[in-house]
């Protein structure tokens, strides 16, 4: 009796173990981000998600973990703390928060391999507070830097040239003096909104997202629009809906304004040329 009734907690002990160590061990898969229109929402432990904050969701690791995200393609990595927990997923492992995801170039990419692995015994470090409205930055961080500003206030020192088809109130639509026709693939949805980029146009955009459906670029734009971006527009092209900052005279300026974006608005994208 006591060798059958021994050998079953032994097994269930060395069970416990052995899952608690598959935890603790590295693993990979698929990272994602929040998506903006989270922001200031509840976790599932509580605590309001912060897009400029270094966190994260995970499916096993409790609140408060400290994590280690690093890309597998160039290495670049992220310290972030676990304050949500992920339902099943089987492909995604973890979700960061913007300014995470900013530090690993996850933003432009939209989704990564990478490497999770537990750090500091999943103890937080001192100079966290555990104060829901602090923000734990990791130290000697470059993108501890970010500051996130709501509601955003687009810097004026960037001279933009109207770049939009404008819908008339008869439901007809106008066109500025570099528009010409609207394409011929343009949706309905997408003119209608007010925010379609007029064809014909030269110069540099910076290109924030892509979608399939108009409407959800729609919904996209109208978002930044409320946050004070008031140069966002839709770009059809090859047959997607690209939502992109318009319009450019020069790369150079282009540039300097998304670098603007990353440092302020935690916003990342592409410049990318008109044709």
């Not at 173990?17 to 922001?39: I, K, M, R």
Request: net charge positive; aromatic share 10%; no cysteine.
């Amino acid at each position: 009796m006591k060798v059958r009734f021994t050998l079953p907690l032994f097994f269930l002990s060395f069970s416990g173990l052995t899952a608690q160590n598959s935890y603790n061990s590295p693993e990979t898969g698929l990272a994602v981000y929040y998506a903006d229109d989270l922001h200031g929402q509840a976790t599932s432990y509580g605590e309001p998600y912060r897009r400029e904050a270094f966190t994260a969701a995970h499916q096993h690791y409790p609140s408060g973990t400290m994590l280690r995200v690093t890309r597998l393609d160039n290495g670049q990595s992220v310290e972030v703390r676990v304050n949500d927990k992920m339902g099943a997923d089987p492909e995604r492992r973890i979700i960061l928060s913007r300014a995470a995801a900013m530090q690993i170039g996850l933003v432009a990419a939209g989704k990564l391999q990478v490497r999770i692995e537990r750090i500091n015994g999943g103890s937080l470090p001192a100079e966290y507070s555990a104060g829901q409205n602090n923000n734990y930055y990791p130290a000697g961080s470059r993108s501890g830097q970010l500051r996130a500003r709501s509601p955003f206030e687009e810097p004026r020192s960037y001279a933009f040239e109207d770049a939009r088809i404008r819908p008339e109130s008869s439901g007809q639509n106008t066109y500025s003096a570099y528009a010409g026709q609207p394409p011929a693939a343009s949706s309905g949805v997408v003119l209608n909104s007010g925010r379609a980029l007029a064809p014909g146009l030269s110069g540099y955009v910076i290109q924030l997202a892509s979608y399939d459906e108009g409407a959800n670029a729609v919904s996209y734009v109208n978002q930044l629009l409320k946050q004070g971006l008031q140069h966002a527009y839709i770009w059809e092209k090859d047959g997607m809906n690209r939502v992109v900052i318009a319009r450019f005279q020069d790369k150079a300026s282009a540039t300097d304004y998304l670098n603007e974006l990353r440092r302020q608005y935690l916003l990342d994208g592409i410049v990318v040329q008109l044709k």
